[in-house]
């Protein structure tokens, strides 16, 4: 299950969101998730899937790949979804003990899901196609006008993209320790919930001495390499904006803010 998780994660290619600015990506993800939340009925969401459905298409991701990395977050998919059947007010169509299950609910349930499925798509590609470092930059440049407030925004670019870079090692990382601890009679797959919860508090001790100890390498090798901030920096790859990323820009905002208002002003809703 561990290895499932690819948050973080970057597949080279050479499709065109592959080699498109990740400014341009970062903005389009950020309408996405703004068209997403005020979806509010069936049309407009069809319209945000149809959308992902192309970037996926464009960018020749497998979709298997995906539904892989989709598979360790089903459970706080399921979890909301269950949580809204239950607790959502209506007519209720099945009542036990002290839930009633509405149809109000059972459609907030369905929707709320796909939110949250499409949410983590999302993110998940704009990580499948764009490189830490370029990411970074990216950051950086969108967020360069809060410099003038003195906020720190090389150094907040370079904290997100180096999470996002050690997701992965620290998944490898577990993996290899539950591997050992397994070799040693330890057992992570058997028993109810709680017990394996349990099972699962020795492995927060090396993994967090691992995690230090790394972090601590990656700060010395930065001070030896003379780090020192944004300031005078200079970066081997500029970002520069294409014609294509400016017609890509332009459909998708098009497309993300007819969607926007689509769902703000609740249109096509009987």
Excluded at 169 to 192: H, L, P, V, W
Aim: net charge positive; proline share 5%.
């Amino acid at each position: 299950m561990l290895k499932d998780i690819t948050l973080g994660q970057y597949f080279p290619g050479s499709s065109i969101i592959h080699r498109m600015d990740p400014r341009i990506k970062l903005i389009l993800l950020f309408c996405f998730i703004t068209a997403l939340l005020m979806a509010n009925h069936a049309l407009t969401y069809a319209g945000v899937l149809l959308f992902l459905a192309l970037a996926v298409a464009v960018s020749r991701i497998k979709p298997k790949a995906l539904f892989k990395g989709m598979r360790p977050m089903l459970f706080i998919v399921i979890f909301t979804a269950v949580l809204n059947i239950f607790y959502t007010p209506g007519e209720p169509l099945v009542s036990f003990w002290v839930f009633n299950i509405a149809a109000e609910g059972i459609e907030r349930a369905v929707f709320m899901a796909l939110r949250l499925t499409m949410l983590i798509s999302a993110t998940f590609m704009l990580t499948y196609t764009t490189s830490p470092i370029f990411l970074s930059d990216a950051l950086a440049r969108l967020m360069s006008p809060l410099a003038k407030l003195k906020i720190p925004v090389h150094e907040f670019a370079m904290m997100m993209t180096i999470a996002l870079r050690f997701i992965p090692t620290i998944i490898e990382e577990t993996d290899k320790i539950m591997s050992a601890q397994k070799a040693r009679g330890a057992d992570f797959e058997t028993g109810n919930l709680f017990r394996r919860a349990k099972a699962l508090i020795p492995l927060l001790v090396p993994l967090f001495v691992g995690a230090f100890r790394r972090a601590d390498d990656l700060a010395v090798a930065m001070e030896c390499r003379c780090y020192h901030g944004g300031e005078g920096r200079t970066r081997m790859k500029q970002l520069h904006m294409t014609a294509e990323d400016a017609a890509v820009l332009t459909g998708g905002l098009l497309l993300l803010s007819g969607l926007t208002v689509l769902g703000r002003l609740g249109w096509f809703i009987p």
